[in-house]
């Protein structure tokens, strides 16, 4: 039998040992004494602790219109202040406590908290004292609060004040909350020792805490006390021991323990199939996890949303977003709310699988059920975006976050960053990092990669080096994928030498190179024709005990190919088997393309068939080297035999395999002007080959796309061939094929560069009747176009139109103001359209106002020098 829980007061718990660790931060306040009445400063009405004294010693207290018209002012400071230092009957005051906690905007803090507890247990008010004390616990919000309570408890030790179990196990659970297990052992020790005797509910939350950290041999120890204390497992104990198995991987001891419940006559409930669910669905065995569903209803208890939260995130994870949805149907069909969790997990999983507009959907079924976006709502579908090159609807959606109140957090900046970078727009990403740090967001290791990385690759090696050292600077600690980066960037921009002495630095440090650093190296030396430089590189790599990558491998096979050293080469790939690391689909492509320029047909053929037998499959690359191949030597069917294998095997084709395509019929059209290279390639087509281009491709059972249209005009467009463009634009709607974002930006941008500005405004306004947003860079050609030819009422009545869109007012300071119009002079302009902005509400932050103005200032003073 258990013994009885009632608090034994005959000897009353150490709760000095108890939470013994520390010095109470309000020891002092409790030891001071408390004035007597003749010692009451005079009142002084300024001082609301006296104002309300002054109340509060009235019987009539909770009537006097005073105490209402001082409660909107009060603080939980005030309220601390007044029971520490008034000598207020602790009746009232707890009254009072109990009153003013009730008002709307007020929050007891734990120092007001305290100060009533002190007053409670000095006055031997044990029982309410308990009740404030559980109050105080459930209130707690941070770990750094429920070591002051701990403190403040502990203080109540010289009192004779003594928690009731209930106050202990509520203290076990806050505590088990915030994962402060040392904490929780020290504490359910001081029960032990005071003789308060923990019950199931204190068992089974000291077990469920080791579990949750899968440390299932301290779990055991506590199992071992309830045993001993004549108690029995329930079902929240068998659950506590499946999520233990789980998080520790063995699940076979989880499904055991699962299975082993209802023959111990222990219910199971829907907490335990949901945590075995979500161990399976972690440990990737989500159609054993989907069969448990049916059984729940079996066991008499409904799957509910946070069960169906767990499938529908690891479906989306496994890439299964239909069967997510499907899941998501069912629960909405069995009159279920799906909360912000199980939406953000839809709209996560349709972001990695590049279907943003089913994520907007699921964003707009959200709103439509009164389910409000969070943060990480927001910063999935911003990242999905940027990941889809729509930097400019990000940004966008950047706003309307920021408009209902929703503050970006460091992912959601960086991911804007990355956007930003993608699409060239460095300087914008740089004034975001500005943004993020003046909004108190530290960068981190992957924000400092990200632009270490886009500097390089914009060829702005040295900005790069001090970009590394303003971050160490700052204490952000950069990890071996900038050192990288930094290490690749310098090696293209020609600077070996200086790439070799970061490496040696690296070396020397605390952050260590890798496989990929010296990868980086080597790929640096081979494009510097140094393959003998590079190889020696690859030994140093093994000294160090490092084990090169496929990419390492291929970078040298490459060079080694490209140089005629083919033997030498198959002796890499041959050592490359050797060591365990398997050629990828770049090695092979390689080998193949390097047979191709040869000539050599059958060859690069016979790599295809080992490369799939190897179960490598070919990507756009290999095929798109495969066609070109076959087109160099004439051999026209076998390149749209190749085509059509790629297709059927799930590769997209893409700009490349058209323009490859393209110059097999030019070629058989025996065209002898015609250039080999792409430039060459289009400023020669005739819409006649287009077309027959298209035939060919329905002969052999690809109809083609808008991919195709948009591939084959933005081919036409790079050469300003904008009436070829506009003419398959023309033949795409006939087919009934809408054009997408991206072909409306191709033929806006190159009706731009031919000074048609008209003509790009009205793609502009179709556009937008479809549903697009334009890029801002389409506005920025549009606009300084405009801006160069005099046009200046025009230009200001398109940026208005603009305005109304919805982009990012920061973004459009950035890339229209500054790197549109103030880069070419027009500060009079740029100054007229910030004040279009200020009286359209479009203010930009005050970062970027300040430097706008400072900008501008600049600018007129440069004229007038």
Not at 22 to 27: A, G, I, N, Y
Not at 684 to 692: A, I, P, R, S
Request: glycine content about 6%; overall charge negative.
């Amino acid at each position: 039998m258990l013994r009885s829980t009632a608090v034994i007061n005959a000897r009353r718990p150490a709760v000095a040992t108890l939470l013994a660790s520390r010095p109470s931060s309000s020891s002092s306040a409790a030891a001071a004494a408390v004035p007597t009445l003749s010692e009451t400063p005079t009142l002084e009405f300024s001082d609301p602790s006296s104002q309300l004294f002054s109340i509060l010693s009235r019987p009539s207290w909770l009537s006097d219109p005073g105490l209402r018209r001082l409660a909107p002012s009060l603080t939980s400071g005030h309220v601390a202040d007044l029971v520490r230092t008034r000598p207020l009957d602790p009746h009232t005051a707890l009254s009072f406590f109990d009153w003013i906690g009730r008002q709307p905007g007020f929050r007891h803090s734990v120092e007001s908290y305290s100060s009533i507890l002190q007053a409670l247990a000095r006055s031997k008010l044990l029982g309410p004292a308990n009740k404030i004390a559980i109050f105080m616990i459930k209130s707690c919000s941070s770990a750094e609060e429920m070591r002051s309570i701990l403190d403040s408890i502990k203080a109540l030790d010289r009192f004779g004040f003594t928690p009731t179990l209930r106050c202990f196990n509520t203290l076990l659970m806050a505590l088990a909350r915030f994962a402060m297990i040392a904490e929780m052992k020290d504490l359910f020790e001081s029960m032990q020792k005071g003789e308060i005797f923990p019950n199931i509910y204190t068992y089974n939350t000291m077990i469920n805490a080791y579990c949750k950290e899968g440390n299932l041999g301290e779990a055991k120890i506590y199992l071992r006390y309830l045993l001993q204390a004549g108690l029995s497992p329930d079902t929240h104990t068998y659950t506590s021991f499946i999520l233990g198995y789980c998080r520790s991987g063995d699940l076979v001891r989880a499904c055991r323990i699962f299975l082993l419940m209802p023959l111990r006559g222990c219910p199971r409930n829907e907490v335990s199939y949901t945590v075995l669910i979500q161990g399976l669905c972690e440990a990737g065995c989500i159609n054993e996890a989907s069969s448990l569903l049916p059984r729940m209803r079996d066991d008499g208890c409904v799957p509910d949303v946070y069960t169906y939260t767990v499938m529908i995130d690891s479906l989306c994870k496994e890439g299964r977003v239909e069967d997510a949805e499907v899941m998501l149907n069912e629960v909405s069909g069995r009159g279920l709310r799906p909360n912000v969790v199980t939406y953000n997990a839809m709209i996560d999983g349709y972001c990695k699988a590049g279907k943003i507009d089913a994520a907007f959907g699921v964003l707009g079924l959200m709103e439509s059920n009164a389910c409000k976006p969070n943060v990480r709502t927001y910063t999935e579908l911003i990242c999905g975006l940027c990941q889809e090159r729509k930097v400019h609807k990000a940004m966008a959606l950047l706003s309307k976050m920021i408009g209902a109140g929703l503050s970006p957090n460091l992912v959601t900046y960086t991911a804007l960053i990355q956007g930003q970078c993608k699409e060239g727009y460095i300087d914008s990403a740089l004034r975001l990092l500005d943004l993020m740090e003046r909004n108190g967001l530290v960068p981190n290791q992957w924000t400092s990669s990200i632009l270490i990385d886009a500097l390089c690759k914009g060829g702005r090696a040295e900005e790069a080096c001090l970009f590394l050292d303003s971050f160490m600077q700052k204490g952000v600690e950069v990890n071996e994928v900038a050192y990288t980066a930094l290490i690749d960037g310098l090696c293209k921009a020609g600077k070996i030498d200086v790439a070799r002495s970061l490496l040696e630095k690296m070396a020397s440090g605390k952050c260590l190179p890798d496989s990929y650093t010296y990868s980086a190296l080597i790929d640096g030396l081979c494009r510097e024709n140094k393959l003998q430089d590079a190889t020696s590189i690859l030994d140093d790599m093994l000294e160090e005990g490092l084990k090169p990558t496929v990419v390492t491998y291929t970078i040298l096979i490459d060079e080694m190919v490209r140089v005629g050293e083919f033997e030498y080469a198959m002796r890499i790939l041959n050592q490359m088997n050797s060591s365990g690391c398997k050629p990828d689909v770049c090695t092979y492509t390689v080998f193949i393309r390097s047979f191709c320029k040869e000539g050599r047909l059958e060859k690069a053929e016979s790599m295809m068939v080992q490369m799939k037998a190897d179960g490598v499959l070919p990507n756009s690359v290999t095929y798109n080297t495969l066609i070109d191949g076959y087109g160099n030597m004439g051999l026209v069917d076998r390149a749209f035999i190749a085509f059509k294998e790629m297709i059927d095997t799930g590769c997209e084709p893409n700009d490349e395999t058209y323009v490859a395509l393209l110059k097999i019929l030019l070629k058989r059209k025996q065209i002898s002007s015609v250039s080999i290279d792409t430039a060459g390639t289009w400023k020669n087509l005739g819409m006649d080959t287009v077309f027959e281009l298209m035939e060919k491709m329905s002969k052999w059972g690809y109809t083609p796309t808008i991919n195709t249209y948009s591939a084959l005009m933005k081919g036409f467009c790079k050469v300003d061939r904008l009436e070829e463009a506009k003419s398959l634009l023309f033949h795409m709607q006939e087919c009934q094929k809408p054009a997408s974002e991206d072909i409306y930006t191709i033929i806006i941008n190159c009706c731009c560069r031919l000074k048609m500005y008209i003509e790009a405004l009205a793609f502009i306004d179709s556009m937008t009747e479809c549903g697009h947003l334009p890029h801002l860079e389409s506005y920025q050609l549009l606009l300084s176009g405009l801006c160069d030819e005099g046009r200046f009422e025009k230009a200001a009545s398109v940026f208005c139109s603009l305005l109304s869109r919805g982009y990012n007012c920061d973004e459009i300071a950035w890339k229209i103001l500054i790197d549109a119009l103030l880069e070419k002079g027009h500060v009079d302009v740029c100054s007229q359209m910030l004040s279009i902005m200020e009286e359209r509400h479009c203010r930009p932050s005050p970062q970027t106002y300040a430097r706008m103005l400072e900008e501008i200032s600049g600018g007129v003073n440069g004229v007038i020098k």
